[in-house]
């Protein structure tokens, strides 16, 4: 079940988008097993239908999920989902590295802050 919090910032489409898409990668709903219907998953967390079908068509676009009419929405048989979560991160790790970069941290800093795991704060 995706959990919503009312104070994160982020639209609730988001958050149901971003916990589904968590439970595939990690392996909590597996290739092929069907979703909870947008009506039932509404009723479920008191929330607009429509924002469930729009988590769920976010998740189609994207490639995460299928939707076979009248029988509902199934997580894909893709054996990538791991690559596609990983290239993912590859673009946002880059996407920072630039900015961080332009920022006037060096290159060596950014080398050291990932041979030390990610977790010196500077």
Not at 28 to 38: A, D, I, K
């Amino acid at each position: 079940m995706v959990h919503l919090d009312y104070r994160d910032a982020r639209p609730i489409y988001t958050q149901i988008f971003d916990g589904i898409r968590e439970q595939i990668v990690n392996g909590v709903l597996s290739p092929g097993e069907r979703l909870t219907s947008v009506r039932e998953l509404a009723g479920d967390l008191a929330i607009n239908p429509n924002t469930i079908q729009r988590a769920y068509r976010q998740l189609e676009s994207q490639g995460w999920i299928t939707t076979v009419p009248g029988k509902g929405c199934f997580v894909c048989g893709d054996t990538d989902v791991q690559d596609r979560e990983r290239q993912r991160w590859y673009g946002a790790f880059d996407e920072a590295s630039d900015a961080l970069v332009n920022l006037g941290v060096t290159k060596e800093s950014l080398m050291a802050r990932l041979a030390g795991g990610g977790t010196t704060h500077a």
